[in-house]
Every structure is written in structure tokens, then in C-alpha cells.
């Protein structure tokens, strides 16, 4: 009987474990953007150069429910995310939900093409630097390194000069057609591709020094067949298991890629709410990346489970 | 001059002059021929103008009420009265004007042969029905509420005569129809709702909002039915062009890139260095349309200690040296600004002399004031207590150039014993450390038609004594007699006697030390040498397309 409650139990857990993420991310949000100063009530009536009268503060505060305790206003938003409702934007007097849905597929295509192209490059680079030779080890490494440490508003900034204005090859910011994408994806690939390729080359050079490596190459396999075909299983899992977080690096990232090549997407959404205090889209953005990268975490271990056997059968991963 | 001074400012000017030549250098292949040929406008084309201002979160500038939402109004909403180039008032949707001998009654007269876009008819109804939209407070209206704020009631005597009553005597009432933010729309477009006008409001401008999408773009299409226009516009037909794209690209140096690569046709917010790439470049035409209002001062707040002395509110104008800076990091384009006042503005008054810098008076006065005991750093102290001044600095409204030139202000004002401190903050914070009175310095932008903005700035009135909401007296200044000028000059329509009330306000303001004016609220445009006959309204510098075209 036990046996057969098992899977549910994990399932069970694994649920439990989401929610309470969930639940732990929108109390960490809620109450980082309330402990900086500000006022939403401000920001609702126009910003800039437009100067509020008190009847309209007043009236603001009471319409959205800011002249509330904190703490109430703190559980009417639970009560509200509980039955599932985000809420409408202070600033765009919009649902929440739908602001998100306008923009969640833009920053998604962005994130998934990015962490794609950052794979094809970090098996590439991982591949080539344990290739024999130093030169290659050491270019390779030296590449990894640099890639990794980039940070994104640059290297568009770089991107955007020599392929737009001094190339012309490519346009600087999005135009609905595919080349627009193509800047874009290659400022949030080439940073964690460098990250990647670095943790998949410790673990390739580690494999190659395993007794299964001597066997291959004692049943005659070549040198890139044997890193191909067996040490990169290897090596790839920890990077599997990595994509869940990249994904949220990658959403982060989109904040400084979507502003830079005028995307539309969750990232500009995000900056824009948080300068603007719009509580409700601060919350639906971030529930909405932990919601993507609980999904991811799930469907990586699967994958890793894929790719490494020993997770399938014993159960336990300890 | 103390050698660390220069050297920091040599520092600065080095840094960027690196920078722009190496920008310049990757630029220089895809310098077009500036092929500037004048000759008949040709129709259709779309225009994609890329703006670098925040996106409105509503197109219907009766809604808030900013910026960004004029730029993009003026091309679907119209309104009663313009301004032409010299910024005497003239005729728009209204035809005439009277007012009665009191300044209590006003009539105008409005065109009978214009319709709105959704087919409703423009009448003496639709004004009454804005004027009131404007002052129901469930349009959450900022700017258009204060510029209606004196109208008690809008009558209609005919479909073509709208009579108002107005509580006091207005003399800023026709320039405050001027602006973008009082624009008429179709009442019925109003009785929509908030959510469905937000999206697209229904005016009788020259272009008609077709789709926006969000943080992406607003589609324009032409108004085929637009004929007329404000009384210099010199055509009376609709728009050559098919319709307008307006982008958002909120990064400046993308922008430029996408004007260069030819994407788009005009970008605003050009950014100063990006102005003298493109001076160099000669490929692309500038618009220079410096904002009517305020200018770009350094309000001192003289509300609370150190400031309240006039003394250490003078020994700071002396010992802060902003010219030079102003030359290298605005890279010539902007000119140094000695009003309170935009230099659009006629009754704008200058006083250089008052700003001159000395630093030896500045620290004779901080001495007289009592600041006498300094420490290691050289920073000054009275009975203990630093001489500290807080400077909280909105990036979303300092633009890098005026963000580097505060930290010179901090660096000249140290040589005298002020330990300025720049936050620099987002626009929320911002307002936040405004209202909690945590701030001696702050630099507040407000656009406006007519030296009536000074009383809105400088009047005790807009001082809101609880910490409750945002006020723009942010110098607070309280003077009975800077309050009675300002009030009278609110209500005096012969325009000697009120030019001579204004005039008497500024000195008071520039002569007591509670701003230093830097320069205009800058305003540059850049475009494309195809895009023709685009004229930035001498209302509020908004551009206007109605009889733009695109060449070749």
C-alpha cells in the first residue's frame, strides 16, 4: 500500500514545494517594493510634469486600496491570488493578467531561442577546449571566461554598432521580422553560453579520465566520437539541471535586452511597473517567472533522468 | 581656479570626446547624402517616428496628463485655441473669443463644420462635455485639472457659442486651451469609459488612432475628413502622409541607431552627444524646440535649515560653477539659462549678474552665516551639524549629461564646505523623498504655456504643509508679497500692467537665492533629410506632421 501512494506522494510534494515558492515569492516582492519609498498614488496620476491635485491623491489612494494598512493590503492581495485573479495595473488600468499575456510569448520566444543558441554554443566551445592541444584549451578558456563575464547592456551597445551602424547587416532594434531577433538573442546567448561551457568542461575532462574511456578507445573509437558520444552525457548533465535557473537569468537579462532593442516583453513590463510602483504587475510578472521556472526545474530533472539512467531506476538521487 | 577642478572637468570632457569619435568612427559608413531636395510634397508613405519618452499608459491626455502624452495627442486631438510663432494666441477649433469687463464670463466661438471622427458633430456640447471630464475627479486629470480649475460652469448658448463662468478672472485661461492636455474630444468617445478611451480617444486632428500595441507601437492612420487646422497652419487639406508609426525605443543610443540604419524617420529626446555625431555626420536635420514653462533650475529648498538663511542659499549659487560644464557635457546644445522662465517664454526675465560665481564670497557668507568649524574633508559644520545637502535626482527625468553635470555642482560646491549628496533615484522614490521633505536641492521639470507656471512653482499655496502629497512650490518659497504678485498677475488681462506684475515676481525669486536656472528644458528632435515640412507647435514643442511628407 505504501509502495503504491509513492508517486502520488511525490507528486504531492512536489506541489506543496510549488506553492510554497509561489507563496514565498509574492511575499518577498510584496514587501521589497513597499520598502522603498514612494508613492504609487504619484505615479497613477501621470508622472512626470503632471502635477496631482490632493482631491486626486485622495481619490487614487482610496479607488486602489492604498490607504489600507499594509498588512491588509497584504492579505486582500493573497485572498485575490488565491482564486487566481492578478489584480489590475494601477498605471494601465488594464487586468494584469492580460498585460501579461500580451508579452509573455515575446519574452518567452526571446529566452528559448537564447538558451538554445547558448547550448549549440557551450557544447561547441566545451567540445573544442578539451580537444588536444593547448592552444586550443587555452583560447578556448580564455573565451569562455570573457564570454561569461560580459555584461548584456554592452555587449548590445558593441552589437549594435558593428552589425547596424557599421555593417548594416542587421536592424538595431526589433521590427517584427525574424532578423530583428537576431542581436537580441545572440546579447543573452553568448554570457551564459560562456557560464555553460565552463561547467561542461570540468565535467568532460573528468569523464575522459574515467576507466570507460580507456575501454572506448581500447574498442577503437576515435578521440571527438568518445567526447561526442559519451563523456558529453556526462558533462551535460549538471548543465541540464542548470537550465531551469538560466532561464531565469535569461528573463532577468531581458530587463536590459527588451529595453536596449525596443522589445516588447515581461522585462520592460517589469521595469516599468517597478519604477512605477504598479504593485499588482510587479506581482504578476514575478509569480509568472516562478511559475515558468518550477515548470522548467520539473521538466529538467526529466531530462537529466534522460540523459542520465541512474536517476530513472534508483528513485532516490541522494 | 583650484587645479582639481579643471582637471576633473578635463577628466569629463576627455572621457566623452573618446567616446564620440569612436562612435563616430564606426558611424561613418553609412553616411548618406543629405539630399535635400525641396520640391513638391508627394503624397502617402507612412512615417515611423521613435520616441524616447515613456510610453503614456493612456492616449487621453485628460488622463494624468504628461509629456509623452501631448506628443503623441497632438497628432488626433485639436484644441480651442493655438499660438503662433511670435506665441500670440490665435484661432483653432474656436473662432473668436470676448471676455466680459469683470474677466468672469467668457464666450467663444466655435467652427461649425467640423465633425469629430467617429462622426459626432463638434459643437458647444463637446466643449461643455471636456471642460467637465476634465473636472470630474474620476478622470484622475492633473495637469488639464489645474488649467480648468477657475471655470464653474460651461453653458450652451447655441451649437456654435459656449459661454463659461468662471469663478475668478483667468488671464492664463486662453493659453491654458493652448496646451495638448485641455484638447477637445468626441463626447462620445468619453461615454466609452476610461479603459476604452485610454486606447484610443476620438478627436478631429489630422490623424486617427487605428491600434497600439502595447510597448511596442501606436498605429496613426490620416484623417481623410481633417481640413482646417490652427490659424498659421497656411493649408487647409488633410495630411500627405498615409499615417504614422510611432515606436517606442526607450534606449537613446538605439534610437540614433535605428535613424541611421533608415528604420526610422525622426526620433526626439536626441541626446547631446548623439547631436554633435549627427552635426559632424550632416546626413540628418535637428529641431531644436526648447519646452515653454520653467526652465531646468536647481531649486533650493528654503523650507527647512540650511536653506532658510538667504546667506547659505547665496554662498551656494556663488561657489557652484555650472557653465563649463554645460558647454562640454551638452557638447554646445544647450545654452546657459539665467530665468526661472523657458527663453520661449516673452515675459521671461534674465538676470545674469546674480549668478555669477565667487568663491571667496561664498565662503565669506557660509562664515557670516555661522558655518565656520570644518573637518578633514573640508566640509563645513555649525554647532555640530554638517552642512549637508541632500539632492535626490530622478533618472527617469535627468538625462546622463545633466546627471554628470550635478556631480560638478557637488564637486565646485565642496571647494566652499557643502557636502552635496545626489541620489539618484526612480521617479516614485523620488516623489517619495520629495514629500517626506528629505531634500535641500531637487531639479523638477514643468511644462506650461505662459509665465502663469510661476505661480503654480512659487506661490505658498503649492506648499502642502502635510507630508501627504506632492507639492510644486518645491523651493518652497513663501513670501506674502511674492503671493500677492503673482495672484494679481493671475487676473490682470491688460498686458502692460501684467508683464510688469511678472517681471517684479522674478525678482524676487532669482533675487533671494532660491533657484539657479541651468538651462531650457531641452527638446531636440533629429531626422531624416526626406521627412519635410514637419514643424515642432509653438504651443508646447510638440511636432506636427499634418503637412510633413517623405521624400524619395
Known amino acids: 500500500m505504501a509502495r503504491a501512494s509513492r508517486p502520488l506522494r511525490t507528486f504531492a510534494l512536489r506541489l506543496g514545494g510549488a506553492v510554497f515558492v509561489l507563496w514565498a515569492v509574492a511575499t518577498l516582492t510584496f514587501f521589497a517594493i513597499h520598502l522603498v519609498p514612494g508613492d504609487p498614488a504619484q505615479a497613477i496620476l501621470g508622472g512626470p510634469g503632471s502635477q496631482a491635485s490632493q482631491e486626486a491623491l485622495d481619490r487614487v489612494r482610496a479607488d486602489y486600496g492604498l490607504d489600507q494598512p499594509l498588512l491588509a493590503q497584504y492579505a486582500a492581495m493573497l485572498g485575490r491570488l488565491v482564486t487566481g485573479d492578478l489584480g489590475t495595473s494601477y498605471s494601465l488600468k488594464t487586468p494584469v493578467a492580460a498585460v501579461i499575456g500580451g508579452q509573455l510569448v515575446g519574452t518567452l520566444t526571446l529566452a528559448l531561442l537564447a538558451l538554445v543558441v547558448a547550448w549549440a554554443l557551450a557544447i561547441g566551445l566545451a567540445l573544442w577546449s578539451t580537444a588536444p592541444g593547448r592552444t586550443a584549451r587555452a583560447v578556448s578558456g580564455a573565451v569562455e571566461l570573457t564570454a561569461a563575464a560580459l555584461p548584456h547592456f554592452w555587449l548590445a551597445t558593441v552589437l549594435i554598432a558593428v552589425f547596424s551602424t557599421g555593417l548594416g547587416w542587421l536592424p538595431p532594434v526589433a521590427n517584427g521580422a525574424a532578423s530583428g531577433l537576431v542581436l537580441p538573442v545572440i546579447t543573452l546567448a553568448v554570457p551564459l553560453a560562456g557560464f555553460l561551457a565552463q561547467l561542461m568542461r570540468e565535467h568532460l575532462l573528468d569523464a575522459l579520465e574515467q576507466p570507460f574511456t580507456v575501454s572506448a578507445l581500447a574498442r577503437g573509437e576515435t578521440g571527438a566520437g568518445i567526447r561526442l558520444r559519451h563523456a558529453l552525457r556526462h558533462a551535460a548533465i549538471p548543465a541540464v539541471h542548470l537550465s531551469g535557473w538560466a532561464v531565469g537569468y535569461l528573463i532577468s537579462g531581458a530587463v536590459v535586452v527588451e529595453t536596449i532593442f525596443a522589445r516588447p516583453g515581461l522585462g520592460r513590463t517589469l521595469l516599468r511597473a517597478t519604477e512605477l510602483r504598479d504593485v499588482p504587475v510587479v506581482m504578476g510578472v514575478v509569480l509568472v517567472v516562478a511559475v515558468v521556472y518550477v515548470v522548467l526545474t520539473v521538466v529538467t530533472d526529466v531530462v537529466a533522468g534522460v540523459a542520465d539512467p541512474r536517476l530513472r531506476r534508483g528513485g532516490s538521487t541522494a | ?552
Open chain 2, 1 to 552: 581656479m583650484p587645479a582639481s577642478r579643471s582637471r576633473r572637468r578635463l577628466a569629463a570632457l576627455a572621457a566623452s570626446s573618446i567616446a564620440a569619435v569612436a562612435l563616430a568612427a564606426l558611424a561613418g559608413c553609412t553616411a548618406a547624402d543629405p539630399s535635400t531636395s525641396s520640391g513638391a510634397p508627394t503624397e502617402g508613405g507612412t512615417l515611423v517616428y521613435a520616441t524616447g519618452d515613456a510610453e503614456p499608459s493612456c492616449l487621453d491626455p485628460h488622463v494624468g496628463g504628461n509629456y509623452p502624452q501631448a506628443l503623441i495627442a497632438g497628432q488626433y486631438l485639436e484644441s480651442l485655441v493655438s499660438l503662433d510663432e511670435s506665441r500670440e494666441v490665435v484661432p483653432w477649433l474656436a473662432t473668436g473669443w470676448t471676455v466680459s469687463d469683470d474677466g468672469l464670463t467668457w464666450e467663444f466661438t466655435l467652427r461649425d463644420d467640423v465633425s469629430f471622427t467617429d462622426g459626432t458633430p463638434f459643437d458647444a456640447a463637446a466643449v461643455k462635455a471636456n471642460i467637465e471630464h476634465l473636472q470630474d475627479p474620476a478622470t484622475q486629470s492633473s495637469t488639464g485639472y489645474l488649467a480648468v480649475g477657475k471655470i464653474a460652469s460651461v453653458e450652451v448658448v447655441s451649437d456654435t457659442v459656449a459661454r463659461l463662468h468662471l469663478t475668478a478672472p483667468d488671464s492664463a485661461l486662453l493659453e491654458s486651451f493652448a496646451q495638448p492636455w485641455t484638447a477637445i474630444q468626441s463626447p462620445a468617445g468619453i461615454a466609452r469609459g476610461m479603459d476604452a478611451n485610454c486606447q484610443a480617444p476620438i478627436g478631429t486632428g489630422p490623424f486617427v488612432v487605428e491600434e497600439w500595441v502595447a510597448q511596442d507601437h501606436v498605429s496613426l492612420v490620416r484623417n481623410d475628413d481633417y481640413h482646417g487646422g490652427p490659424a498659421d497652419r497656411g493649408r487647409d487639406d488633410a495630411a500627405y502622409l498615409d499615417g504614422i508609426e510611432w515606436r517606442f525605443i526607450p534606449d537613446s543610443a538605439s534610437r540614433y541607431a535605428a535613424l541611421q540604419a533608415g528604420e526610422v524617420d525622426i526620433i526626439d529626446n536626441a541626446q547631446p552627444d548623439t547631436l554633435a555625431q549627427a552635426d559632424e555626420g550632416g546626413a540628418l536635420v535637428e529641431i531644436d524646440a526648447p519646452r515653454p514653462g520653467a526652465s531646468n533650475r536647481l531649486e533650493l529648498n528654503a523650507g527647512q535649515a540650511p536653506f532658510d538663511d538667504e546667506r547659505v542659499r547665496e554662498a551656494f549659487i556663488r561657489a557652484v560653477d555650472v557653465n563649463d560644464g554645460i558647454d562640454s557635457l551638452f557638447f554646445g546644445t544647450a545654452e546657459r539659462s539665467y530665468s526661472a522662465l523657458s527663453s520661449v517664454e516673452p515675459l521671461a526675465y534674465a538676470d545674469e549678474s546674480l549668478f555669477g560665481t565667487d568663491l571667496d564670497a561664498a565662503n565669506a557668507l557660509l562664515d557670516e552665516a555661522g558655518w565656520t568649524e570644518r573637518d578633514a574633508d573640508g566640509i563645513r559644520s555649525k554647532d555640530g551639524v554638517p552642512l549637508v545637502l541632500r539632492f535626490p535626482v530622478s533618472t527617469n527625468q535627468s538625462i546622463p549629461a545633466e546627471q554628470s553635470l550635478f556631480e560638478q555642482v557637488q564637486a565646485t560646491a565642496k571647494e566652499a564646505g557643502f557636502d552635496v549628496r545626489i541620489e539618484p533615484v526612480d521617479l516614485s522614490s523620488w516623489y517619495g523623498a520629495l514629500f517626506a521633505n528629505e531634500y535641500e536641492l531637487v531639479s523638477a521639470p514643468y511644462t506650461k504655456i505662459g509665465p502663469d507656471v510661476l505661480r503654480i512653482l512659487y506661490h505658498s499655496d503649492s506648499i502642502t504643509p502635510a507630508p501627504s502629497g506632492y507639492f510644486a512650490n518645491l523651493a518652497q518659497l513663501s513670501d506674502p508679497q511674492l503671493d500677492a504678485l503673482l495672484t494679481e498677475a493671475a487676473s490682470e488681462s491688460e498686458p502692460a500692467a501684467r508683464a510688469a506684475l511678472y517681471e517684479q515676481a522674478q525678482q524676487i525669486i532669482l533675487g533671494g537665492f532660491h533657484a539657479l536656472p541651468l538651462y531650457d528644458q531641452q527638446n531636440h528632435f533629429l531626422h531624416s533629410a526626406g521627412l519635410q515640412g514637419v514643424r515642432a507647435m509653438p504651443t508646447v514643442s510638440t511636432p506636427w506632421f499634418a503637412d510633413a511628407w517623405l521624400a524619395g
